[in-house]
């Protein structure tokens, strides 16, 4: 059988502020959703890269005295250096300032304007010098900048169009017959809502005399282009489009992740730009929701939350990886306060998963000298979590082939709660005391360290370090992918006859909470 085969993207992220939050969660879903396709058997591609053009880049290189070139560079190496720490697998990291990007823009600029789908015309519109760029009616302030407080002035200037209104219907009908096409559904029906008003034709050009920091039009000098076509071209470029062997390969599968703010670009311009180009439409979009970020109530606060780094260098990459995956129900908005972070670490980390680990371990060295047994016991079929951890893992597959992250931790955490109640039913304590029930202890600990074994290979997609120091502490020789296939978990006795010597070290040490007191 052939290998299937899947490509995840990120958004390229735009230069212009330092990685935040919302970069983390996308890149980090992205992520898990990589890992857990390769369990599954397939051959993943996954890209994130920054976007590097436009006037905003220009500006904030102003501000910080630098030429583009100099900014765009620090900028998206904060990112490039950032993912490593989050424990992100993406194959290439792309950027726009790159020849073979920009090669690819102007081969896609050039294919749909000789289509005679990109016409010159004139525009005009209210202007903010200030900002250096027009303002819609609406998103003035008592008709001034909402950022400089001034009437912005009426200006004409001529720009280059997409003609998209002709595809509208083509799109509606590739979205309706299409299901999973924009994931979650509540997205699809936003974007068919957007299509229910006529598309207006897309500006797609600055003139030089405004913006050099782009990339100028293949048949007119005097301009670059804007945002779109230069951006969203990203996810076949760094294929190798239009004839590489990456681009063959994985084109067909590709899967967008966005947050919900940039539907209307991913959802409705990208998939027009493909189809006018002759281009195969994109698989999917995977949207997702806002974090809202409180504060703390903690004395020891780290304060900036919003902040990845500081987050992760304070609490651990596995725990913020687990968080976010776990408290947002992936495309609805969710909530990040330290305090809900820090009551997940010492509840469900060190408290469900991490004591279970360290129990079963320091029973199973007490009771067997670290020598594992055989979890069939012969002749007790009541004590097995077989058929448990087969439920488990079937029902695992099939809501993180969902995207639904958050009940991927959930049902792996229904599991460790499950055998943690199993030890207080069975009470391997009482039978170590029984000659007689060696057998049944036996069985018992030989089905929770094979229970272990089952967790700690279900994690690895959210916590991808402590799997391995999970399997690691279980005497299991890790494959050099450092992941079992989900089609192997679920084998009963894989331990069996392995000798665990090893007193574990604590997987999650609690974070002391010190209410901050009031005054
Ligand atoms: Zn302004």
């Not at 050009?205 to 100028?216: A, E, V």
């Not at 195969?280 to 997702?288: E, R």
């Amino acid at each position: 059988m052939e290998t299937p085969t899947q490509f995840f993207s990120t958004p390229i992220y735009y230069v212009n502020a330092k990685p935040h939050l919302g970069h983390a969660y996308t890149t980090i879903a992205a992520d898990v959703a990589t890992r857990f396709k390769q369990m599954d058997g397939y051959d993943t591609y996954f890209l994130t890269g920054t976007d590097e053009h436009g006037d905003k880049i220009v500006q904030a290189a102003d501000k910080e005295q630098q030429s583009p070139r100099e900014y765009v560079d620090q900028i998206s190496r904060l990112f490039q250096d950032l993912w490593p720490k989050l424990n992100i697998g993406n194959n290439q990291f792309i950027r726009t300032t790159h020849p073979d990007h920009i090669r690819v823009v102007e081969m896609l600029l050039t294919r749909i304007h000789d289509r005679g789908d990109i016409y010159f015309s004139s525009y005009e519109g209210l202007y903010c010098f200030g900002c250096e760029r027009f303002y819609q009616e609406r998103e003035l302030v008592d008709g001034k900048c909402p950022d400089h407080g001034v009437a912005p002035s009426a200006i004409k200037e001529s720009n280059y169009f997409f003609k998209m209104s002709q595809y509208q219907d083509w799109l509606i009908d590739h979205i309706k017959t299409h299901p999973g096409f924009i994931h979650p559904k509540q997205y699809e029906t936003e974007i068919l809502s957007f299509l229910k008003e006529p598309l207006e034709d897309l500006c797609i050009s600055r003139p030089k005399s405004r913006l050099t920091w782009g990339i100028t039009l293949p048949f007119d000098d005097n301009f670059v282009t804007y945002v779109w076509f230069d951006a969203l071209t990203n996810y076949i470029s760094a294929l190798g489009y239009p004839d590489g062997p990456l681009f063959t390969k994985f084109w067909p599968s590709a899967r967008h992740f966005v947050a919900k703010d940039i539907i209307k670009p991913h959802g409705i311009y990208w998939p027009i730009m493909l189809k006018a180009a002759g281009i195969d439409i994109y698989n999917g979009l995977n949207v997702h929701g806002f974090w809202n970020v409180s504060g703390s109530k903690m004395s020891k606060s780290i304060g900036n939350v919003t902040d990845p780094v500081a987050v992760t260098d304070r609490y651990g990459v596995d725990a913020f990886r687990y968080f976010l995956m776990r408290e947002m129900v992936f495309g609805l908005d969710a909530n990040f306060t330290e305090d809900v972070l820090v009551s997940r670490i010492n509840s469900d980390l060190a408290n469900d998963l991490g004591n279970l680990f360290s129990r079963v371990l320091s029973m199973n060295l007490k009771y067997f000298k670290g020598r594992v047994p055989d979890p069939s016991g012969t002749d007790f079929p009541d004590l097995s979590l077989e058929t448990d951890a087969q439920t488990t893992i079937q029902h695992f597959k099939d809501v993180m082939a969902a995207y639904e992250f958050h009940k991927g931790v959930e049902v792996i955490w229904g599991f460790i709660s499950r055998m943690n109640k199993y030890i207080d039913t069975h009470e391997p304590w009482r039978l170590a005391k029984e000659p007689d029930e060696r057998l049944r202890l036996e069985a018992v600990i030989g089905n929770l360290l094979e229970g272990l074994r089952t967790v700690a290979c279900l994690i690895y997609p959210v916590m991808p370090e402590t799997s391995a120091k999970m399997l690691r502490g279980l005497c299991m020789v890790l494959p050099e992918t450092g992941f079992f296939p989900l089609e192997e978990i679920g084998k009963w006795g894989q331990m069996s006859a392995r000798a665990c010597l090893e007193k574990p070290d604590s997987l999650f040490p609690r974070v002391d909470v010190l209410k901050k007191t009031a005054h």
